[in-house]
Nanobody, 122 residues
Framework: QVQLVESGGGLVQAGGSLRLSCAAS????????MAWFRQAPGKEREFVTAIRWSGGSTYYADSVKGRFTISRDSAKNTVYLQMNSLKPEDTAVYYCAAGSYGTQYVHEYDYWGQGTQVTVSS
């Protein structure tokens, strides 16, 4: 059974920082891309960022570029999302996902975590 477990969410003031973690277990993810998506109340799930294990190429949504950084620790099968200069519009449930291609499309990811809430107060 594949499992992705997120942690690190919480409440932070605008301008603050948080780091999310996603620990993967159940199989080797050396050939998978890992991504973060988010979903705000009443909105569709949207792509935030992705990283490919092979070569470590990263991709970001325009809304977070320059503020968020994705990284991974292959030895720990863990992916991180460092979020700086947070804004109230970043408030959402953040989901970790694993898939083959590292795209921005929800349907191309095979495994999902349970999500972690991030709330940014103004």
């Amino acid at each position: 059974q594949v499992q992705l477990v997120e942690s690190g969410g919480g409440l932070v003031q605008a301008g603050g920082s948080l780091r999310l973690s996603c620990a993967a277990s159940g199989r080797t993810f050396s050939r998978y891309a890992m991504a973060w998506f988010r979903q705000a109340p009443g909105k569709e799930r949207e792509f935030v960022t992705a990283i490919r294990w092979s070569g470590g190429s990263t991709y970001y949504a325009d809304s977070v570029k320059g503020r968020f950084t994705i990284s991974r620790d292959s030895a720990k099968n863990t992916v991180y999302l460092q979020m700086n200069s947070l804004k109230p519009e970043d408030t959402a449930v953040y989901y970790c996902a694993a898939g083959s291609y590292g795209t921005q499309y929800v349907h191309e990811y095979d495994y999902w975590g349970q999500g972690t809430q991030v709330t940014v107060s103004s």
